[in-house]
DNA sequence: TATACTGCGCGAAACGTTTCGTTCATTGTA
DNA sequence: TACAATGAACGAAACGTTTCGCGCAGTATA
């Protein structure tokens, strides 16, 4: 039904070559430029993208795998993401991972099959295993925000654990001495902040009990219940280490619920900076990751691969994090 | 590089027709069927969806059209709506309006350039126009949540009118005479919620005075500021109703920093249920919405449409909302 | 035994592009 | 004036499928 090139040619008198020459921007006589765009315009013209598909073997389309869609991270992630690639003209064919390995590693096949140019991947898994199709298909990856352990890919990230060494001063050089820490447990993102977390306390000759060091999923639920566990000890910590969002979240109503004051009962340094805490009083400090910068920077590289313009091995960028200050911390 | 239906039949010997049609589940000798079935492990084939597509004229890809892809309603809808799609074979081509209008219209068009066979939209705009060159193109449309005015298109969303009207009864019935509202003001849902709470007050004969509305975004914002606000009148509400998820936490944040209680100082209503609230304490009274439910019915009606196996006038279909019980309202 | 039907297989065309190698006209150079 | 060089257009093949209509067995019907 709707018009192809060859109606084009019918109504320019022109060839088929040489229409293809003008929509993919090549030389015309501007005779004939006139004549085309006009036919093109008269019928309503539009390229059949599978048509060219077929031909160039490209799909102008990338493949997302996020380990959950559902996360407030990824959301906005995936904004960023999509803005980049749309400016670029491709398209984001997105599939959830749903927190789960045997699902992530389908969905790499599912991915190969609709041919998609390129994948940006948040993975579930800390190995690389599951993307080796992808990668003897030829396909370019590129990770955001974990590095997986095993086989070199791209990966566009912060620096885990230096950003969290650095922020952890703030609670340190305002002498506090027992300090906990509520981390997410699975994933490389959490256990690099548990490591920051550590050498700073090491390095301060400061002791982590065992019992300050609260390690579960990365949920709201583990922020609740570690937090809430934590006002409960007899000995409580002066200061709460929370590696990501929703921890954050979780223990900030745990706290409120359970009638401490921050900073004067407990003070709090939190990972990943959203708007909505800037409206907090008091103001969390916060670590915040450049989530546009991340999205953008991850896009260039995978677009780079796909052209052809990058062709070095994999590299690993680790940006900067911005310390959002703000007056949840007490000096003691 | 990837083997093709070629290579398959000078393996096997017959015809490409023969292997298309084994392919598509067509009837072949069970001979032939070995043979096939051998040379396709062979020689790793896997069909080529372009070329499909190509003569098919079908993607098995659909389009997501969303408002905005940062907020977790709308990943609680792409996590159900994926995972039946992909139940049936289809793939999810995801834009985000970022909550714009003319980015909305623009994406519509880019929907359609990539030839997906259906699209389901949780709409920015409040009117179709913006539908209108994808309807043309013939291609089916189902919208989730948020109904449009003007034209009528498929819709699975809930009774946000009769879902609210109901709740409010959980307010009224314990002798709540002062209660507040704070809605979103420009969707859909937070209109016909702020319809259904009118109603129910009206009903009751109860007034609600103009500095107990508080209506502006679908945000954390609003219902912290909200609730700020609310906290400090002289004559304060003995009840609040929150229209959405954003909103109920922004407003629970407020009020306990703000220093009162639920329900001892003032009764919740809430919507939109979030696994994280029923860690609560006190638990609030929620209006839960079938995420799971609006997204399988939707895409079901979507591949309906697509197969014309649905043929009939576009639908509206409100499913029921529960409500989910608490202790946050105080009986005065 | 002649006829009609059924089940499979086949060749060829079609889907809408891009691209390769060639031709043709024009311009510049000797 | 003859010849090379340049620029633009062209025809045809290719991309990897599906599908249409026909042919050919083998089986059932009269």
Known sequence: MPATIVDIKKKTGLSLATISKYLNGGNVLPENKVKIEAAIKELHYEVN???????????????????????????????????????????MLIVDSCDDEAIEAKNVKYLISKKVDGIIVLPVASKGDFLAPAKNAGIPIVLIDRSLSDIQYDCVRIDNRKSTYHAMKELISRNHKKIAIIASEREYTGRERYNGFMEAMRDAGLDVPVEYQV?????????????????????????????????????????????????????????????FFHLLQPQIYMVEQPMKAMGERAVELLLGRISGVVVEDPVEIALGTRLQKGNSIRTL
Not at 238 to 248: A, D, H, K, L, R
Request: hydrophobic fraction near 40%.
């Open 49 to 91: 993208e599978i048509a060219r598909g077929l031909v160039t073997n490209k799909t102008r389309t990338v493949g997302i795998l996020v380990f959950s869609i559902e996360s407030p991270f990824t959301g906005m992630i995936l904004h960023h993401v999509g803005a980049a690639l749309r400016k670029s003209g491709y398209g």
């Open 215 to 275: 390690r579960a999923t990365h949920s709201i639920a583990t922020g609740y219940n570690g937090m809430k566990k934590l006002m409960t000890l007899k000995d409580r910590p002066t200061g709460v280490f929370m590696s990501n969002y929703e921890i954050t979240l979780g223990a900030m109503l745990a706290m409120n619920e359970a009638g401490f004051k921050c900073p004067d009962d407990v003070s709090l340094l939190g990972f990943d900076d959203q708007l």
